[in-house]
């Protein structure tokens, strides 16, 4: 399985951004699909993350009510829509794929990576 990341730019505070991650590859309806994101000089950290058979869906504590996580089946694509974007924010966020387990909030767990894709919120 491949990813691929975009959507990423620069926006302002309170400002929203939607970004994809379009999947090469087969994904099952078992496996869970997920966001991090990494500030400079900070761990990769949980941010969103679905199931991708049934849609069940996960937020760290920091995003929920802004972010929205979701998938296309037909498109084998992820997205997530960020709404009230802060500064702290600012960040590159990553897609990735875990093929099983319940792990889906540890970045060591997930087997499969896209490359990042940048956002910067400008206060």
């Known amino acids: 399985v491949q990813l691929q990341a975009s959507g990423g730019g620069l926006v302002q505070a309170e400002g929203s951004l939607r970004l994809s991650c379009a999947a090469s590859?087969?994904?099952?309806?078992?496996?869970?699909m997920g966001w991090f994101r990494q500030a400079p000089e900070k761990e990769r950290e949980f941010v969103a993350a679905i199931r991708w058979g049934v849609g069940g869906t996960y937020y760290a504590d920091s995003v929920k009510g802004r972010f929205t996580i979701s998938r296309d089946k037909a498109e084998n694509k992820l997205y997530l829509q960020m709404a009230s974007l802060k500064p702290k924010d600012t960040a590159v966020y990553y897609c990735g794929l875990l093929r099983r387990g319940d792990n889906f909030a540890y970045s060591q767990y997930y087997d499969y990576w896209g490359q990042g894709t940048q956002v910067t919120v400008s206060s």
């Open positions: 590859g087969r994904i099952f309806s078992s496996h869970v």
